[in-house]
């Protein structure tokens, strides 16, 4: 049967509709836009949410976890009960990303997860009230050793095609980001190889100085992972990859945005150099997400979280944040608008993984992945596939 969803606003994002309706069928969005414009079909059920504002689900690229469990696991509870906390959140699709471990642990979690982002595929669009995995982040083994944050040192690897050709086949070809520090030997080889496959090849965990990084750009590497984190710092005679970054409009960015990771002032000179175009919002969340302070594991990295923080030898590991949560935090910090935070959650990150026509945005033909929301960016439903949670 057809619903009608009646509503205050409509972010699309692109858009905003005043006095909207969004009707679904099936899991797909029929119609969208304002009631004056739009006749309710017949045989249809029609909702009323008053004065909330509907928005497309949340994308998150770069998630390792939450819940108790990392994505590593690769076991359908652990996946399952990550999916289930990250759509309380707004979260209706992810990567689930991996952390640098022995190669044949590594390749290991890869199948798990690959076989169970092939079984979701054939699921259909609800998938149980949980957010859907669209394809592997590998963060790691490719990175550099100075930026490694808390990747084990013994386990970091040279760039290799072959290892890479492993990791996809044990993924079954589930591969869809793919970080790696451009400065390295056979890195630039393997980016290519990378954007053959149609991987997203994002530059981070790196040491790069500029032309290194302008080599990586070129060669096809247009993401930047958690921006300011694991990179060499920006200096004003040596501006390295960050630089680059903040200045490539071809490149996009994500960033951490919990005001532990990166202070809300450089997060609101991030906002202005990518603008609302060009960045990204990702958590990077642990196991320990949604749970109290403890020691957790990020992989097999013991982690202890306390206050917020999720700290591994004196360094961050990872966060606690959720995806509500930084959009929330991009309004304060920076002034912004709902509408143009959402985006950062939504379109932005769909666009990255070339999935816009379907993820992160309100139009005829998308998939029915929608928040309900108030004004303060609060969430009150998640709807997946056009199942309420």
């Not at 247009?222 to 490149?251: E, K, S, W, Y």
Request: glycine letters at 10%.
């Amino acid at each position: 049967m057809k619903t009608a969803l009646l509503a205050r606003e409509i972010l699309t994002p692109l858009d905003r509709i005043h006095n909207g309706i969004l009707i679904f069928e099936d899991g797909c969005i029929l119609e969208v836009g304002n009631r004056d414009c739009i006749e309710v079909p017949r045989a249809c059920r029609t909702i009323d949410l008053g004065d909330a504002i509907l928005t497309p689900g949340f994308i998150d690229l770069h998630i390792h976890g939450g819940a108790g469990h990392d994505v590593m696991e690769g076991d359908d509870a652990a996946l399952e009960a990550v999916e289930l906390l990250i759509a309380k959140h707004g979260v209706t699709s992810y990567c689930p990303t991996t952390v640098t471990a022995a190669t044949d642990v590594t390749l290991v979690s890869l199948n798990k997860i690959g076989h169970f982002i092939e079984r979701m595929a054939s699921h259909g669009p609800a998938n149980n009230g949980r957010a859907r995995p669209l394809g592997v982040h590998l963060e790691g083994p490719f990175l550099a050793e100075s930026r490694r944050g808390v990747h084990p040192p013994n386990h970091l690897q040279a760039p290799s095609i072959k290892l890479f050709h492993e990791m996809w086949q044990a993924a079954i070809g589930r591969v869809k980001v793919l970080t790696i520090a451009p400065e390295l030997p056979g890195a630039i080889e393997l980016i290519h190889e990378a954007r053959k496959r149609g991987v997203v090849v994002s530059l981070g965990h790196s040491n790069a100085d500029l032309c290194e990084a302008k080599r990586g750009i070129s060669a096809g590497g247009h993401h930047a992972t958690h921006t300011f984190n694991a990179m060499r710092p920006l200096q004003h005679r040596d501006a390295g990859l960050l630089g680059a970054i903040l200045t490539q409009q071809c490149v996009t960015a994500d960033i951490i945005v919990d005001g532990i990771h990166v202070d809300p002032t450089v997060v609101k000179l991030f906002l202005r150099a990518k603008g609302v175009e060009g960045a990204v919002l990702i958590t990077d969340a642990t196991s320990a997400t949604g749970m109290p302070d403890g020691t957790y594991h990020l992989g097999n990295i013991e982690v202890e979280v306390k206050d917020g923080q999720c700290i591994s030898q004196g360094k961050l590991a990872g966060s606690v944040l959720t995806l509500d949560r930084a959009v929330r935090n991009v309004m304060d910090f920076a002034g912004w608008t709902l509408q143009n935070s959402v985006r950062l959650a939504t379109y932005n990150p769909a666009r990255v993984l070339g999935v816009e026509n379907s993820k992160g945005v309100l139009k005829a033909g998308a998939d029915a992945d929608i928040l309900v929301m108030n004004a303060a960016g609060e969430i009150r439903n998640t709807i997946i596939g056009g199942i309420g949670i």
